[in-house]
Nanobody, 122 residues
Framework: QVQLVESGGGLVQAGGSLRLSCAAS????????MAWFRQAPGKEREFVAI????????YYAVSVKGRFTISRDYPKNTVTLQMNSLNPEDTAVYYC???????????????WGKGTLVTVSS
């Protein structure tokens, strides 16, 4: 039983930045991977980034690599997604998720947050 709550979404102009946060509570495990997915209008939910719980290794989707940064804050039990150089194609509901192992597949995630909306205006 893990609860994930995303925050930080909003409206931003193209080229701008946003920082999303995901707060974990309940029966959390520090060794779990924590990931971000997103779902744009009319599209399927897609992988964005993931970070390991052991050594904070990070992995990114090609579409965001170099622009987004995922990180963990263990004392606060949170994971963040720093998003820079945003463009309208980044508009989506962003979801936080956890997994017991490295994966970019939706079906491998054990818990999901409710999502936070990011809208990038052109």
């Amino acid at each position: 039983q893990v609860q994930l709550v995303e925050s930080g979404g909003g409206l931003v102009q193209a080229g701008g930045s946003l920082r999303l946060s995901c707060a974990a509570s309940g029966r959390t495990f520090s060794n779990y991977f924590m990931a971000w997915f997103r779902q744009a209008p009319g599209k399927e939910r897609e992988f964005v980034a993931i970070i390991s719980g052991s050594d904070s290794r990070t992995y990114y989707a090609v579409s965001v690599k170099g622009r987004f940064t995922i990180s963990r804050d263990y004392p606060k039990n949170t994971v963040t997604l720093q998003m820079n150089s945003l463009n309208p194609e980044d508009t989506a509901v962003y979801y936080c998720a956890t997994s017991r192992f490295l994966s970019s597949r939706r079906g491998d995630m054990d818990y999901w947050g409710k999502g936070t909306l990011v809208t990038v205006s052109s």
